[in-house]
């Protein structure tokens, strides 16, 4: 279970490297450094309940990254000029024209 627990938490810590090296944004590396720590932390309880505390602030933790990182994108976005579409696509926030599709206008 340590060993799993280790691999996870490895996992983790590069994905938030990754995060850092493609975003400037305090707020955000602060929260993951947050989730991070957390993660630490389970592999060093000695209790079942204190796994639970942990487990619970750890998932609090992670629900705050999710939020700074949504807010971080809307902000961004709003900064390029760029928007998400309703399929999940960004696309930007210029009009379309007829004519700039290759199709007949």
Do not use: C
Not at 18 to 40: K, N, P, Y
């Amino acid at each position: 279970m340590r060993i799993r627990a280790y691999d996870l938490r490895s996992n983790a810590q590069e994905a938030l490297f990754r995060m850092q090296m493609l975003t400037d944004g305090e707020r955000l590396s602060r929260t993951a450094g947050d989730v991070l720590t957390g993660i630490t932390a389970l592999t060093k309880v000695d209790s079942r309940a204190e796994l639970d505390e942990v487990r619970a602030q750890t998932r609090d933790d992670i629900s705050r990254l999710v939020g700074s990182a949504k807010q971080h994108l809307e902000t961004l976005a709003q900064a390029t000029g760029l928007n998400p579409s309703a399929d999940g696509n960004r696309t930007t926030s210029a009009p379309h024209r007829a004519g700039n599709s290759g199709e007949p206008g």
